[in-house]
């Protein structure tokens, strides 16, 4: 079975902070997935990753950046969190075109 | 025209009767398609994929795919209240096989 885990589930931060947000993945997938998940919007892709210190935008990736060091572990990084980046983000992970497997999830609020 | 279009709901289905959730899509050259299942708070989870025109059933579930006219469909017979969440349809991108385009989900309410 696959498995992806993201280190928290729920997360409170404050302005300006930078935050971390780890993902790791089981299953030697080549390609991973970072999205945020707000009501009414749909899951909205902020970076993915298609190998190790590769890397490319997704469609919302402005105040976001990301890490793939090792091809199991992908990290999105909120270089000074606002409070509009409260919401829920979702890592995903795939081999080549096939489904995508998520992680659980991780709640995040920036106060 | 976007990508992907669903039904947003909410979609209200009686106990035990057939929950029929449709998407269209744009991309002629799409050749898979997947539907997750997202409950509330929840992460989504894939539960079937197709990859030809026709039908292929999995337990209570049934995807339709109709290439021609670029319209999946996902059909869940005898219909049960844990069947309550947000459907969402998706398929590879055409700019990257890598992404995954989904629609925005269709909201399904099963009635006791």
């Known amino acids: 079975d696959v498995k992806v885990t993201q280190s928290s589930r729920y997360l409170v931060k404050r302005t300006g902070e930078k935050v971390f947000l780890e993902c790791v993945q089981d299953?030697?997938?080549?390609?991973m997935f970072w999205y945020r998940q707000d009501p009414g919007l749909g899951l909205r892709l902020i970076y993915f990753?298609?190998?190790?210190?590769?890397?490319e935008k997704g469609d919302i990736p402005e105040g976001y950046s990301v890490s793939r060091e090792k091809k199991e572990r992908f990290s999105l990084i909120l270089e000074s969190a606002s409070t509009n980046q409260t919401s829920m983000y979702l890592c995903?992970?795939?081999?080549?075109?096939?489904?995508?497997?998520f992680g659980d999830g991780t709640r995040l609020s920036i106060l | 025209q976007k990508e992907v279009e669903q039904n947003s709901g909410p979609l209200s289905v009686p106990e035990g009767a057939i929950a029929s959730l449709n998407c269209t899509y744009s991309?002629?050259?799409?050749?898979?398609f997947f539907w997750y299942r997202q409950y509330s708070g929840k992460s989504p989870e894939l539960i079937m994929f197709?990859?030809?025109?026709g039908d292929k059933e999995d337990g209570r579930f049934t995807a339709q795919l109709n290439k021609a006219s670029q319209y999946v469909s996902l059909l869940i017979r005898d219909s049960q209240p844990s069947d309550s969440a947000t459907y969402l349809c998706?398929?590879?991108?055409?700019?990257?096989?890598?992404?995954?385009?989904f629609g925005s989900g269709t909201r399904l309410s099963i009635r006791p």
């Open positions: 995903a992970s795939s081999p080549g075109n096939q489904p995508q497997h």
């Open positions: 299953m030697d997938h080549e390609n």
């Open positions: 990753s298609y190998d190790v210190k590769m890397k």
């Open positions: 991309d002629r050259g799409s050749q898979s």
């Open positions: 197709i990859y030809s025109n």
């Open positions: 998706a398929f590879p991108g055409y700019s990257s096989a890598s992404k995954i385009i």
